[in-house]
């Protein structure tokens, strides 16, 4: 289906966007400053000529293929919108989807606009958060578009009886992802609170995801139940190694693409 293919591209398109942000905004960043959220916010309006210790300013390439990704994704969004409107039978369920879509590229395209280069916590939060719910949407749109039945025991997300798990454990798990990628954002300020709330709150995510992972594999989800098994070990691993001083950018990236492979894989789970 066109549709499906069109959300597919938009979901590869918006996490190449998510790397690309992370490049630019991790080489501004000088570490370590204070005072904390401050410094940041000044550090982006310092003058070009005597950038801050320890930053560096992204290369014009970066830039543009950000630009360039950004603005293929808001006309891929556009073009799935008429696709939904133009459809017949109307398409209500990806039409939500869609605009909610356009919603968060519209808001991320200001928001880029209002904030500029600025690396103040309230921009870096928005743009995350932003990002990784848009692709959360466009992955789910692509297995809303072409709804097909699983029978049972085939490894699909539906259970034995054609389930999915409730509400209850799903929400909360989602919660709990974005507030880890909100807390986790902020980690490099030394802020001991932080780093305590982003340990607890990870720790909850696991105990809860494989609770969820148990029970989708007890109706049959082998595959989403492998995982919601799997990613929250990796995360945890890659978070580790993150603690180390100056982490290599690859490995930052390794852990910006497994919290949104959780996060997608969390909002496709029909319920």
């Given amino acids: 289906m066109l549709l499906r293919g069109m959300a597919w ?37 310092a003058p070009r000529a005597q950038p801050p210790a320890g930053a560096r300013e992204p290369s014009p390439a970066v830039r543009m293929a950000h630009r360039v990704t950004a603005s293929a994704t808001l006309l ?7 696709t939904t409107l133009s459809a017949r039978p109307a398409l209500r369920a990806e039409g939500r ?18 904030g500029g280069s600025s690396l103040h916590p309230a921009v870096t939060l928005g743009n995350l958060l932003g990002g ?14 072409t709804p097909t039945p699983t029978p049972a025991g085939s490894g699909g997300q539906g259970g034995r009886d054609g389930q999915a798990p409730p509400r209850r454990w ?8 974005l507030a880890q990628i909100a ?25 809860l995801l494989l609770t969820l992972s148990w029970r989708v594999r007890r109706q049959g ?10 990613l929250p070990v990796l995360l945890a691993i890659l978070g580790l190694a993150l603690t180390a001083p100056a982490p290599p950018l690859a490995l930052i990236l390794a852990h910006n693409l497994c919290a949104a492979l ?8 029909r319920r």
């Avoid at 590869?12 to 991790?26: D, E, F, K, P, T």
């Avoid at 990784?132 to 578009?145: D, I, P």
């Fill in 132 to 145: 990784f719910c848009l692709f959360a949407l466009g992955t789910r749109l692509a297995r809303t578009a």
């Fill in 97 to 114: 989807l869609v605009l909610g879509m356009l919603g968060l590229t519209l808001f991320l395209a200001v928001l880029g606009r209002w």
């Fill in 9 to 45: 591209t938009c979901a590869v398109l918006v996490l190449v966007i998510i790397g690309l942000s992370a490049h630019i905004r991790l080489t501004r960043t000088a570490p370590a400053c204070e005072p904390w959220p401050q410094c940041q916010d000044s550090l982006s309006q």
């Fill in 262 to 269: 959780l996060l997608a894989a969390l909002a496709g789970i």
């Fill in 76 to 82: 891929l969004v556009l073009a799935m919108l008429a």
């Fill in 170 to 177: 799903v929400r909360p798990a989602i919660l709990l992802v």
């Fill in 221 to 230: 989800g082998r595959a989403l139940a492998a995982a919601l098994a799997v």
């Fill in 183 to 207: 807390l986790g954002s902020l980690m490099g300020a030394d802020i001991a609170w932080l780093q305590t709330t982003h340990r607890v709150t990870g720790l909850a995510l696991v105990a």
